[in-house]
């Protein structure tokens, strides 16, 4: 469904990706895995048509999608969700407030609205939590204010930029399954960037390994785990067993 050709970003004189093919099929949950600095972030912006390539192409369903500008931009970026590390919520804003500002930019009516936070406040689990503000909330809860709000304009594909590396095991696990249940239920293709093995092992079915800007190895989880070939996995498996 995703597929990336040939896709180069370069920052100054600093090669952040370098000539990078991936196919991410529909339905899939697949990781991205890599050191810091791999270049994860900035093929996630790449992918997710936040940043432009320097080189390459970037097709959804076999529509080339990085050159599109504008209105047609807009309504494919609104197929996508995207989470990250620090849950990049409005501090000004409660629970309600925070998933509903998507839908409020996109024009939609104020009964209309509610009723879509309600869902996405059961969707996520946290319905108790509407009226709260994100200072009284704990990293979990975060999370999945993050996650509805995500998934408000009900996107194809969930982004996930190391979502789970500022919680703790157990509330990971939490978050994963979560992003593991509203997959399947909502039919959603999801791209996962870590650094944590753990992460890939619990929940993707394939994996891509980066390594100085350029994808090392990539297979299904199984595979890249009992038989790793590059010393970028290897060492990313040694590490973390
Ligand atoms: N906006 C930017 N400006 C300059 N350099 C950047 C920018 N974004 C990333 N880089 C550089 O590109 C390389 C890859 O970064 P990044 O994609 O963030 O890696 P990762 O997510 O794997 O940690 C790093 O050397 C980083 O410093
Ligand atoms: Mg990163």
Known sequence: MIRLAGISK???????VRDVDLSIPAGCIYGI????????????RVMSLLEAPDQGEVYYNEER???????????????????????????SRNVTGNISYPLEIAGRHKKQI??????????????DKRKARLRELSGGQKQRVAIARALAANPEVLFCDEATSALDPQTTR????????????????????????????????????????????????????????????????????
């Open 10 to 16: 370069q920052y100054a004189s600093i090669s952040a």
């Open 114 to 127: 509610q009723e879509r936070v309600d869902e996405l406040l059961s969707l996520v689990d946290i319905r």
């Open 174 to 241: 939490s978050i994963l399954s979560l992003i593991r249940e509203l997959r399947g239920k909502l039919k959603l293709t999801v791209v996962l960037i870590t650094h944590q093995m753990a992460v890939i092992q619990a929940i993707c079915g394939e994996v891509a390994v980066m390594e100085r800007g350029r994808v090392v190895e990539q297979g299904t989880v199984e595979t890249v785990f009992t038989d790793p070939k590059t010393p970028a996995a290897k060492d990313l498996i040694h590490v973390q067993q």
């Open 65 to 91: 999608v990085d050159t599109l500008s504008g209105r047609e931009l807009l309504a494919r970026r609104r197929k996508m969700g995207m989470i990250f590390q620090n849950f990049n919520l409005l501090g």
């Open 33 to 44: 895995i890599g050191k810091s600095g791999a270049g994860k972030s900035t093929l996630l």
